[in-house]
């Protein structure tokens, strides 16, 4: 493995220490889909962190989870997040025996709706109000 394909998730994006994590989900989640929850929590950090929940319940095969993992990885990178730590949790199973979750048409939904729950929590510029 190559250290150009690291350069886009490094570990300082990465929430990997319990602490961090039951800090992030002792709040309320931010955002629902239909198969995932959103947690958010303002960091002192310079950058946005991830940590990704893909339970063995809820996607039982690991190429299932695998994919989801990966879909969310890439969601954040592409998101221009200010300095949050966001968790994204599986709540909803996602494998079922007339769509697999390798099938292409899953494989884009999942990405589609990780995309807006990341893009939810882009930080617009505000305009000062004109106050006359």
């Given at each position: 493995?190559?250290?150009?394909?690291?350069q886009?998730?490094?570990?300082?994006?990465?929430?990997?220490?319990?602490?961090?994590?039951?800090?992030?989900?002792r709040l309320?989640?931010?955002?629902?889909?239909?198969?995932?929850?959103l947690?958010?929590?303002?960091?002192?950090?310079?950058?946005?962190?991830?940590?990704?929940?893909?339970?063995?319940?809820?996607?039982?095969?690991?190429?299932?989870?695998?994919?989801?993992?990966?879909?969310?990885?890439?969601?954040?990178?592409?998101a221009?997040?200010?300095?949050?730590?966001?968790?994204?949790?599986?709540?909803?199973?996602?494998?079922?025996?007339?769509?697999?979750?390798?099938?292409a048409t899953?494989?884009?939904?999942?990405?589609?709706?990780?995309?807006?729950?990341?893009?939810?929590?882009?930080?617009?510029?505000h305009?000062?109000?004109?106050?006359?």
């Amino acid at each position: 493995m190559t250290g150009d394909r690291l350069q886009g998730y490094a570990r300082a994006q990465r929430i990997v220490k319990t602490d961090d994590f039951s800090s992030v989900f002792r709040l309320r989640p931010v955002k629902k889909t239909a198969h995932f929850v959103l947690y958010a929590k303002p960091s002192a950090l310079p950058q946005a962190r991830l940590g990704i929940v893909a339970a063995k319940r809820l996607a039982p095969r690991a190429v299932t989870r695998n994919t989801i993992k990966r879909a969310a990885r890439e969601a954040f990178r592409q998101a221009a997040l200010p300095a949050i730590d966001c968790i994204v949790r599986l709540s909803n199973p996602v494998n079922s025996r007339k769509g697999p979750a390798t099938s292409a048409t899953l494989k884009a939904a999942l990405r589609e709706e990780l995309t807006r729950l990341l893009q939810s929590q882009q930080r617009t510029p505000h305009l000062p109000e004109d106050s006359q």
